[in-house]
């Protein structure tokens, strides 16, 4: 039997928002700062965890650009949640202002704002195809892997500098 039901229906839509809703808020909101109204989720956290860190989070950045994907959210946007999270990614590369930018920026949340806003009133756009998604997201992993090991070979010459003062 053949399912009726049209692809992506407007439930199937809610569902999705509503779990990457779920997923951002883990991501950049899960922890209220005692006293404030700052949520520290634990994307900050993670990429406290040198090279394996980032990748983890970047990797569950990069599942909610791919959902507004197959909710047929068009090239534009999707470029627009990329760049939120590259901006997120290098910024956090820059010592201690990197993690105060990852707090305050939120790069997950932005994208699922950005998302609900196009379902809420579509923009006319090119819809991305298979080649443009693999290109956009491709190119993003790639970049968080080769900020990631950067931060690990910065970490390795500055361990090997001190080496020499612990072997005395």
């Given amino acids: 039997m053949t399912?009726?039901?049209?692809?992506?229906?407007?439930?199937?839509?809610i569902a999705v928002v509503r779990k990457m809703?779920?997923?951002?808020?883990?991501?950049?909101?899960?922890?209220?700062?005692?006293?404030?109204?700052i949520g520290i989720g634990i994307d900050p956290i993670l990429g406290l965890i040198p090279g394996g860190g980032d990748i983890l989070g970047g990797i569950l950045s990069i599942y909610i650009v791919f959902q507004a994907f197959k909710l047929g959210v068009p090239r534009e946007t999707l470029t627009r949640m990329v760049s939120n999270i590259a901006l997120e990614t290098i910024t956090?590369?820059?010592?201690?202002?990197?993690?105060?930018?990852?707090?305050?920026?939120?790069?997950?949340?932005?994208?699922?704002?950005?998302?609900e806003a196009h379902l809420n009133s579509p923009v006319a756009g090119k819809k991305a195809d298979q080649w443009f998604i693999i290109l956009l997201l491709g190119g993003l992993l790639l970049l968080i892997?080769?900020?990631s090991a950067l931060g690990i070979f910065v970490l390795t010459l500055i361990w090997q500098a001190l080496i020499p003062y612990f072997n005395s």
Avoid: C, M, Y
């Fill in 92 to 115: 956090g590369t820059v010592p201690v202002f990197g993690d105060i930018f990852d707090v305050a920026w939120k790069a997950n949340v932005k994208n699922v704002e950005i998302l």
């Fill in 145 to 147: 892997i080769l900020i």
């Fill in 21 to 37: 809703r779920q997923l951002s808020n883990i991501l950049d909101n899960a922890i209220r700062v005692p006293g404030t109204s």
């Fill in 3 to 13: 399912s009726t039901k049209p692809k992506n229906s407007h439930l199937e839509k």
